[in-house]
């Protein structure tokens, strides 16, 4: 198909242009190890073609998940993010091509090594006169041990901070550098090469003998970490936190829409916090759901035929005809919205009908087990032994009720694309194996669930920040930028949140009375 | 025998007392043509913008000349007070130069109403 070639090298250049200008976090040194991890993070470039794939076949899906109603056959239905035989080859060809995965992983491991660095420095300094001239050295005595415990205690809360802070592993790649990161790495960087610098030129040249001198310059570049550290923490984390402007997001496709609050961020941060409350916020994009039935927007095109019931009046025919016949199309033309009210109706009428039927075998199908309880192991009689069952078996057993209403609600609802049976009688396990009602069980399938629910999350999403100004620049007031995907997009407008004057007034609680209404007296 | 709001015409005479620097009468009054009709307690007909009385001063001049609360008052001095605004009406009662007020004013009773349809019962 045409949209499965376009947008595969659409996304797979636009991941190479991402990560090609990508810097880590100088802290993240343990990337090594996360290696598996990294799959989870927004730059995976993978999505599917399961929409096209129901729009083109919506009619052929429907019938290949009307079978597991009827017969019961095991039909993995066709979700939203199934993948076809054809993109599975191309998404190997992807996730194993080597420039992406080295350029991902070189911020990181810059950082990391940075990190390193910075940390043995201070352990460096104390060790390399030791080792290089010891013998010179002045004797250090009560001071020095002083500084070896402060030195000892700051360098571990260092590492502990920094492995609180920094050591998690990324959720999304930005487009363009982290502007404060980039900033601390460098400032990271060029402080600990002047203090080498330093100690280049006035200790190891000379030999310096005095020692405390040199341990209390290797505290004092533990010290200066630590409030790099903080820094660090208060333009990372801190600084967005009081919020500063409101986004509205608009879905393109269906106008959901979402006011959130957020502090001062750069657009792309503010794009990568969105797209957090996006999974969590917003229904799911049930691409079924968007037209009207075509059958009443189709409606004008059909011929109007004009029946002449009168007198053979030849002059009069003509003009007449036209007359009648653009008159009753003008006509025609305004009964289009009685239709889509009576079919809106009808639709409501019939999903309510469904969602009955299912909710009263639900309710009927769970009647038929219960919990096994241990100890009443004697009460069941040698005539009608019960079996025991785990909750898979439970599930199975009591899904062939259930199975034609459900499967009926779904059609209905056109969310059969989302649940197949395999995933309906996963979840009735769970739902059985924590003793969970039926309402319960059926919450899954009576709303639409916010995105994040369908999400199979081990793979990324690719999004596209679409904007007009550069993505670093902060919010401000006024601005337009959109988040793309392939079928739909999300709109965002950023306007700023209200200056509060609050005043104060006290009120005495005795101040409080009451007269009944009337008009006015005057005494006289 | 009917019980109904038969209103009764009196003709009440109030001597003003001087208190300090003015001359009170001792009640207070509430309505007038620049005022809502439908918020009086007292008015039968809630369309009805007349002058009434709405509190009676406990020992005052229009207690002893018995006046009562309710009442509305359609006459001051001989002056209609019926299409008054309360303003004007107000002035009308406090003019310092008269020491006496003589008011007509109608009052609904019920008792009076009973009594006559009783009396002309009985003598019956």
Known sequence: MDNESTYSG???????????????????????????????????????????????????????????????TVVTGTSVDSVSNEDLTRLKDLEDSSPLQCRRFLGPALGGVLGLFALVTPLAFLALPQLLWRDTLEPCGTPCEGLYISLAFKLLIL??????????????????????????????????????????????????????????????????????????????????????????????????????????????RAAVWLLDQYYNDFPVYNPALLNLPKSILSKKMSAFKVYNLGEENSTNNSTGQSRTMIAAASRKRDNSHTEYYYEEAEVERRVRKRKARLVVAVEEAFTHIKRHQDDEGSVSS???????????????????????????????????????????????????????TPKAFLELYLSPGPTLQYLDTSRGRQWTLVSEEPVTSALRQGQVFSLRRLDFSLVVTVTPLPFLNLGEEFIDPKRHKFVMKMQSETSV | MTFSNVPSLQRIEIKKLRQGDNLILGFSIGGGIDQDPGQNPFSDDKADKGIYVTRITPGGPAETADLRMGDKIMQVNGYDMTMMTHDQARKRLTKKNEDVVRLLVTRKSLEEAVKNSMGGYQRQ
């Open chain 1, 159 to 268: 590492l502990i901070s920094t492995w609180a802070l920094f050591l998690r592993p990324p959720r999304a790649t930005l487009p363009r550098f982290f502007i404060f990161r980039c900033l601390l790495l460098a400032l990271v960087f060029l402080f600990v090469a002047s203090y080498w610098l330093f100690y280049g030129v006035r200790v190891l040249e000379p030999r310096e003998t005095d020692y405390r001198g040199i341990v209390g310059y290797a505290a004092s570049l533990v010290d200066a970490l630590l409030f790099i550290q903080y820094l660090a923490l208060v333009l990372l984390e801190v600084r967005h936190l009081q919020p500063a402007f409101c986004l509205k997001v608009v879905r393109t496709t269906d106008g959901a829409s979402r006011f959130y609050n957020v502090g001062h961020l750069s657009i792309q």
């Open chain 1, 10 to 72: 659409y996304s797979y250049k636009s991941s190479q242009s991402r990560s090609s200008r990508k810097h880590r976090d100088r802290r993240d040194r343990h990337r090594s190890k996360s290696r598996d991890s990294s799959i989870r993070d927004k730059s995976v470039t993978i999505q599917t073609p399961g929409e096209p794939l129901l729009d083109a076949e919506s009619t052929r899906g429907d019938d290949r998940d009307d079978n597991w109603g009827e017969t019961t």
């Open chain 1, 382 to 436: 040698p005539k009608h032994p019960r079996e025991v069952m785990d909750p898979r078996e439970a599930a199975q057993a009591i899904f062939a009720p259930m199975a034609r209403a459900m499967q009926k609600y779904l059609r209905a609802t056109r969310q059969q694309s989302y649940h197949s049976m395999e995933s309906i009688i996963n979840h009735l396990q769970f739902c059985i194996t924590h003793s969970m």
